[in-house]
């Protein structure tokens, strides 16, 4: 069968933007790790290390997790004049990202 | 075949508005919109600034390829991303994929922004050398010269994007970072008011000056969504045909191709590397000769 090329572009931008609509109806869409899916504002819990997110500060995850900053930098050897406001995401480097800084903090809670 | 069945054949030339009245029209105002809407989002991300109260998208919730690199991490952990990544790059992601299955690599052809800066820079190029002869000239040796070496090498340059996606997915899984971040040229280009000479930029600079001498370079040889897609595209019901009785071998749909696929020996067009944008379609000249077909999947019949 043969496909005239409007309708094909036509029917491109409905499947994939179909596609996205449908998803953010039933409500799976979130463009930023401040809010969660219901567009509740999301902030670090000291019950759980995944609330942790790029865009939050190590001061944030310092008060949140009752961590001294300077043990967080020295942990992942980050330099120890690293800004407190620095956040999570602009610290990837080799030696830290926030899977490793999660499972570093549930250590320590575990062997306080 | 008689003279006047060859005249009925050939499409009418249309001229002034109905000149524009082309899917190709549709298709450039479909990608200047997405990229006018990834600006829009950029620039109101960088004027509101990380500390921001107000929750502003990042480019990067929007790249249909973070959502590959997180997929792992996103089902391993039970819901949690790697850095710079959403639940939208998921969501975006299936929506490039389930277009992929459908209708095959049309987002490339379609929606892709870089794809489109490329295609500008293509366009701008070959108005360069049809507006002043010393630059025609300049780029016609250096396309002969360097022809021969340039067949050879992009042959196997093709592949190398597989590579690429094989490693940056990959090795999200492993270290649960993007670890192809760093080398991409697009999150460069959407992070370039961060002024950080990244090795993305360099991929990018050689991708836009590419784009003077080759059309799509980091479509062809090195883009990873591009080939996720074109490989789930395979599989899609829809696929392009060359009618040999209607076709002169004029060449100009293997001249019209970005790709650089040789349309013209083709019988149908099913290739891993064929974005769908329908320049050939479009270009073509002969009634029926170049169509877009449904058929099975597969089989292209």
């Known amino acids: ?112 | 075949m008689s003279t006047q069945t060859l005249q009925v054949q050939i499409k009418p030339r249309l001229k002034g508005v109905q000149a524009l009245l082309t899917h190709q029209t549709v298709r450039r105002l479909v990608q200047l919109a997405i990229a006018a809407f990834i600006t829009y989002i950029t620039v109101v991300h960088v004027v509101a600034g990380e500390s921001s109260t107000n929750v502003t998208a990042s480019p990067e919730a929007f790249c249909p390829f973070g959502g590959l690199e997180t997929f792992y991490q996103y089902i391993i952990s039970g819901g949690t991303f790697v850095s710079h990544t959403h639940l939208s790059n998921l969501v975006v992601a299936a929506a490039v994929l389930i277009t992929a299955l459908l209708l095959r690599s049309a987002f490339c052809g379609w929606i892709c922004p870089l794809g489109f800066i490329q295609d500008i820079i293509h366009g701008f190029s070959a108005w360069l050398q049809k507006k002043f002869v010393p630059v025609r000239k300049l780029f016609r040796t250096i396309s002969q010269r360097g022809q021969p070496v340039w067949k050879f090498l992009d042959k196997y340059l093709r592949f190398v994007k597989y590579g690429v996606l094989v490693w940056a997915v990959t090795g999200a899984a492993i270290y649960g970072v993007m670890v192809f971040r760093d080398y991409d040229p697009w999150s460069a280009l959407i992070n370039i008011s961060e002024w950080i000479v990244t090795p993305g930029l360099i991929v990018l600079g050689f991708t836009l000056v590419g784009s003077l001498f080759v059309e799509r370079p980091w479509c062809r040889y090195a883009c990873p969504l591009g080939a996720a897609s074109g490989l789930l595209g395979k599989l899609s019901p829809v696929y392009l045909k060359r009618n040999a009785d209607a076709c002169t071998s004029c060449k100009i749909c293997t001249k019209a191709c970005p790709m650089g696929l040789q349309v013209h020996t083709a019988t149908t067009i099913t290739s891993v590397d064929c974005v769908s944008c329908l320049e050939c379609v479009g270009e073509c000249p002969r009634d029926g000769a170049m169509e877009v077909k449904v058929g099975f999947p597969l089989m292209a019949k």
């Not at chain 1, 409905?14 to 996205?20: A, Q």
Request: glycine share 6%.
């Open chain 1, 1 to 112: 069968m043969k496909i005239n090329p409007f309708v094909y572009g036509a029917i491109v931008l409905v499947v994939f933007l179909g596609v996205i609509f449908g998803f953010q109806q039933a409500g799976v869409w979130s463009i930023s790790g401040k809010v969660d899916t219901t567009g509740q504002a999301i902030q670090p819990s000291a019950a759980d290390v995944n609330t942790i997110k790029g865009w939050m500060t190590l001061e944030q995850v310092s008060t949140a997790f009752n961590v001294p900053v300077a043990d967080i930098l020295s942990a992942f050897n980050l330099p120890a004049d690293t800004p407190a406001s620095t956040a999570m995401k602009d610290l990837e480097s080799d030696t830290f990202d926030i899977i490793s800084l999660r499972a570093w903090l549930l250590e320590r809670q575990s062997n306080p």
